[in-house]
DNA sequence: CCATACTTTCAATATATTTTGAAAATTCAG
DNA sequence: CTGAATTTTCAAAATATATTGAAAGTATGG
């Protein structure tokens, strides 16, 4: 297969999988351009490769650079701004555990601690269901948590090295 | 908090989740509200609980089913059909996992191997950073296939023993 | 059987999300 | 400064996704 067309196939697909991770597809597809591309992009290259409009690529590049996927670069003698994506797929993979944690499971086990406080008698099989339920969560939820925290502060040989190993 | 709120939050918050995981919102809560019933629940019970229509109802179950999260129930005498929730959250996590992995994660690496074998000069520098970054994907995600592996096929006392021993 | 209770389907509709593009704001070389 | 290049914003339009509800399909007790 041609470059350019497997380009475009991991594009495709690595906007596809995105939306399957509360992530928009352009989004996905932008970082998918410059996970691929050996120089930087500035918006008029990423604007024709990926024929979206100028707003669209501003916007959404934008949340990259919020997540920590994408940074400027400045390159001399050029007024535009380029963009250059992480490329350690590990780090890739820390900053968006390090972000979803954040943003849903932080706070999904902040409201779980407050709803097991819920009135009633334990007795009653409705309340001790849902109690059951929401304590049962949030004990999963903290394990994770513990997890997440400790994949996003190893580094990749730690992981490798150790986990790995662990999984047989 | 009354039951009732706890339960309408706990609901609301479940949908929102959801979202964020390729999950439809209404797929989510009916999921949440059989999590915490005690009692299995017929179309009617959800329609009026969560405010959708028959059809809504119907078409999210089937796919709760077909991830072997819900399972039909036959109440003895009765002419409708319950629904019930697999309560145990380790399973319910492992059926997920199972789920998108065959879905998503299987696929995609199936992609990945194809596109190593992208035409041209490893040498040109363009074909070199596609392949340098197909390949670290490819290697990420197979690390993680094999992680999920040992997760869908271990029960809970063997994960938390385990495994939440190594992460302290 | 068949009348009725119940479930499923799906075209039409409603809602939510994404994208556009032109105007406004900003930056910077001269 | 000035004005051309560049970036950002955001209301309107386009697209995608979810929901409804009535009609068609199915199962069952009598």
């Known amino acids: 297969m041609k470059l350019t067309d497997a380009k475009l196939q991991f594009i495709a697909s690595w906007g596809a999988f995105g939306t399957h991770w509360g992530i928009n597809r352009t989004m996905a597809q932008i970082h998918a351009l410059l996970l691929v591309s050996a120089e930087p992009l500035n918006q008029d290259n990423i604007m024709e490769q990926l024929n979206i409009s100028r707003g669209n690529v501003n916007m959404n590049i934008r949340e990259l650079i919020d997540w920590a996927l994408v940074e400027r670069v400045i390159v001399p003698g050029e007024r535009k701004e380029y963009f250059n994506a992480e490329k350690d797929i590990w780090k890739v993979a820390r900053l968006i555990i390090k972000e979803r944690k954040k943003r849903e499971l932080d706070p999904m ?22 109690v059951d339920t929401v304590s049962g969560i949030k004990r999963f939820g903290e394990q994770a948590d513990k997890m997440l925290d400790v994949m996003v502060k190893a580094d990749e040989n730690w992981f490798v090295g150790s986990l790995m190993k662990f999984f047989k």
Chains 1, 2 share one sequence.
């Open 109 to 130: 086990l902040k409201l779980l601690e407050q709803l097991k406080n819920v009135d009633g008698d334990k007795k009653d099989k409705q309340v001790k269901q849902f």
